[in-house]
């Protein structure tokens, strides 16, 4: 049975719904044309000067939010495809699930959180759904209010990570992957985004995740766990033949696995060790040690995967849709994955240069925030002016604030503070 097949009318449902082209173009299915809203969105644009764990402007080879965003994507697709689900699916959520993130990652949305812990908060995940059902321009209702994007039901459900509000959320806890503590409370949506929210959830009471979010989350923490092992070893920062076990394993710990001793790490860097292609001698950049080092990541990536895949056939007849069924992700899975983003955290995430940027960057941040919620509307782009003269309280302005200070990329948000802070004396960098 073609996995399209598996999705009713409302989950190919759209919140407003579109009458046929006016004009002809090669037929597409309902989650096809979502992917491709997605891919010509201006927020994916931005994703391409946008931090990921080093800053874009740091190096031509680092990975940014969009080159993340695009492994993520091939990653989710594949697992997508083997486990019967729709692959254009949780693609399309893999490719929107960084949308949301405002200049700095998760050092932005650290700093936007506690600014807004006021009004409503602030988090990325809740911010893609917002900018997917409403601040990206494409479709409006009949009263003349934007829905964003206008994607499908089951799409927009892949997207929601965190399929709960912030009142609902539990205490953060843990370390992002850019190495800055999760002092933001995980929710997925705004109080004033619920409608839409109560909407693509339909009949879903509760806070389990659709099949299609779920591999969507794990193809993001396979990509981001092998990933910026990779980034780090071309950068001269890790040197996989020569890994400091007991420093190393603290930070682990630290960071990700709490609950594991040194002789369970031991066990799972033996066995990383063990996959073909970890190098035995220290990388030079020579063609033959790139090689070397993208097929391991290519075998780490199918690894994970297949474990996963083969675990979750195991668990369950299917099919694997929407709610129908769940991820199954081994322990033995889940501890290589976090030991890796040990590697990355010990030898990147540690270093004095990157915790120096973090404090340079908030403090940025924060007097520009503060400058654009003094002087709005005036200094806002069309599109965030009219929205905070429609906004009706304190609250939903500050919203509004919050709304362009999230669509800047890292250099155009250094080119505001420049601008409108110091005016031409800014003393970033």
């Known amino acids: 049975m073609e996995s399209l097949e598996l999705y009713d009318d409302a989950s190919r449902a759209r919140l407003v719904a579109e009458p046929p082209k006016r004009v002809a173009a090669p037929e597409r299915t309902p989650f096809e044309r979502d992917r491709a809203r997605v891919v010509h969105a201006a927020s994916s644009r931005r994703l391409a000067a946008k931090t990921q764990v080093m800053g874009p402007q740091s190096d031509d080879f680092v990975r940014n939010r969009l080159t993340h965003s695009l492994e993520v994507a091939q990653v989710a697709r594949d697992l997508a495809r083997a486990l019967g689900c729709h692959p254009d699916v949780a693609e399309t959520a893999a490719l929107a699930h960084d949308l949301g993130h405002p200049p700095f990652g998760h050092n932005g949305e650290r700093l936007l959180a506690e600014w807004a812990a006021e009004w409503g908060g602030f988090e990325g995940n809740a911010q893609t759904l917002r900018i997917l059902t409403r601040l990206e321009a494409k479709t409006f209702d009949e009263a003349g209010e934007p829905v964003g994007l206008n994607l499908t039901r089951a799409t927009l459900d892949a997207c929601t990570k965190y399929p709960w509000s912030r009142a609902d959320a539990a205490p953060p806890s843990g370390v992002h992957g850019d190495g800055t503590p999760v002092a933001v409370v995980k929710f997925g949506v705004y109080e004033d985004d619920l409608p839409v929210f109560r909407w693509l959830r339909l009949d879903q009471p509760g806070t389990r995740r659709c099949f299609e979010a779920q591999v969507m989350d794990l193809a993001d923490d396979v990509a981001y766990s092998v990933h910026d092992v990779e980034d780090g ?197």
């Open 233 to 429: 070893v071309a950068a001269g920062r890790i040197d996989l033949s020569r890994l400091d076990r007991p420093a190393l394993f603290a930070t682990a710990r630290a960071w990700y696995l709490p609950d594991a001793d040194d002789a369970v790490l031991d066990a799972v860097l033996d066995g990383l060790v063990a996959v073909d292609g970890w190098p035995s001698t220290t990388y030079d950049g020579s063609r033959r040690a790139l090689a070397t080092l993208k097929n391991l990541t290519s075998d780490l990536i199918g690894r994970f995967c297949g474990s996963v895949q083969s675990a979750t056939f195991a668990s369950a007849e299917g099919p694997f849709v929407r709610h129908a069924a769940d991820l199954v992700v081994p322990e033995q899975v889940r501890l290589e994955m976090g030991l890796l983003k040990g590697i990355a955290a010990h030898y990147v995430m540690q270093a004095e240069d990157r915790v120096a940027a973090r404090s340079r960057e908030r403090e940025l941040l924060s007097s520009l925030v503060e400058v654009l919620a003094d002087r709005a509307p005036g200094v806002l782009e069309r599109p965030y002016a009219d929205d905070w003269h429609r906004a009706g309280d304190d609250a939903a302005r500050r919203r509004v604030v919050l709304d362009q200070v999230a669509s800047l990329t890292d250099a155009s948000a250094v080119a505001w503070h420049h601008r409108l802070v110091d005016q031409g004396r800014s003393p970033w960098g």
